[in-house]
């Protein structure tokens, strides 16, 4: 290719350079006669090109310096890059529309501060081109319209102050951050394409996110989700049909979730670290939880040590996460009462057994209640696990009749043991707490164990029914 200074090339007013070499630190031609189009042309240096009234475009155009800024000063213009690649940073700034096309940037791309009608950064024809990061400074305008289609893109830092509407399409996006964005006019992060092809995300972070406008995030697959600090003032967020990846974080911390609706969320191989949290007010639908429905840390089923008798009332498993206990439990009844304002049963079931579970193991280390309300939810944890169980008491009612039944035989000498062994009708006829009581118990102490027979087979019964239907109406 011939190298020709810029001087040279611009007198020669021409509309199209094809095959230059361009060279030198800064073009900063002002002139009415600035070329149009480049092709294939080779930019060296540190390139930042600042136009008065025209439009350009670059197609197939190298640039190999490190920072290359373009602005034009009279906003109502367009520049459009089409398979370029850049080797180093871009920076945009103030320019009416702004195309890139199946372009690469090695390192990043600014969005600087100004006014924009439209910006769409689109690499569905090239899987090979790839955006490094891409920073988006505040936007002014809010009829602006940003459209990021199909790209691979390592970071994007969507702007503090963002009017306008958003969307991304397609792709895989390392790391997208909506950090302390204030203002939210329409944000859509999208996989509903014609491929069929999710959107992956393998981080998304929401810190600080205030926002009056809606939010909708739909057909995703996402490894880390973070939203600290998240308040949804007017607007709202809507999220559809997202499976979150094996072992995927999704933390949501010190957040208002009012105006937030979850639809077709798959959790099941996620880990829902929840905290000081509101989602009493959100509404949700068609959720898969994990197993069990158990948030992290995991003070439900906590792990146990080698010391088994410590283990099994693990105190000392849980000293350390004394304080988080009251929060999580808390989690656990918001969730409940979610789920039974939208007539889910079975999860409201499973968060309420989670929520005792957490409180029971509370009480035991911090204390707070009387001996007396100890006692009740003792019995119902080991009882009917609150009942979610029908075996435990059905366990208890047998084991315990049988020991009140063999006090009866044991003090009423008028029944021998030859007619016992065979006289198992007469050991479920006593279980029976309303049963008539037989003519060989007439000892002091014989009526006086029936007596708790009768109380003991009621109190299990109540309990093995109590389980039982347990999927009738809360």
Known sequence: MQRRSLKKIFDHNQKQINGETIFGNILEPDLSFLPKRFLNCTFQG???????????????????????TLSIRNNKKKIRFEGCNFE????????????????????????????????????????????QHIYLETLNGDESKIKFIN????????????????TLWEGNYNKIHLNECEYVNKLEISGRTSNGKPINIQELHMPYLNHDGDILIEFAEIGKLNMN????????????????????????????????????????????????????????????????????????YPQKNKDWFKSWFFLDVLKEREEKFSIQREIYRQLKSISLKNYNNIDALAFYRNEMRVYWTYIRLKGGENWWDQLLIFLNRYVSNFGQSYALPLLWLLLFHWIFYSCVISWNYSMDWGAFKNGLGEYFYLLNPVHKSPDYINTGMGKFTEFFMRVFSGFFIYHFIKATRKFGKM
């Not at 540190?46 to 290359?68: D, P, R, W, Y």
């Not at 372009?103 to 024809?125: H, M, Q, R, V, W």
């Open 151 to 166: 790209l691979d893109i390592g970071h994007i830092h969507l702007p503090r102050l963002l009017r306008g509407k958003i």
């Open 46 to 68: 540190n390139v930042s090109i600042e136009v008065g009234a025209t439009n350009l475009t670059f197609i197939n155009c190298q640039f190999l310096g490190q920072n290359h």
């Open 88 to 131: 180093g940073n871009l920076s945009i700034k103030d320019i009416d529309t702004v195309e890139i096309v199946n372009t690469s940037i090695d390192e990043s791309l600014s969005i600087l501060e100004g006014n924009y009608s439209s910006i769409l950064i689109n690499n569905t024809l090239s899987e090979k081109k790839k955006i």
């Open 229 to 300: 600090s998240f308040l949804s003032k007017k607007g709202t967020m809507h999220w559809q049909s997202i499976k979150f990846k094996d072992d995927a974080e999704v933390m949501i911390q010190h957040s208002n979730l009012e105006n937030v609706q979850w639809n077709g969320i798959d959790f099941k191989n996620a880990k829902l670290l929840f905290d000081w949290s509101v989602f009493s007010k959100m509404e949700i639908a068609n959720i898969t939880w994990p197993n069990k429905r158990i948030l992290h840390p995991n003070l439900v």
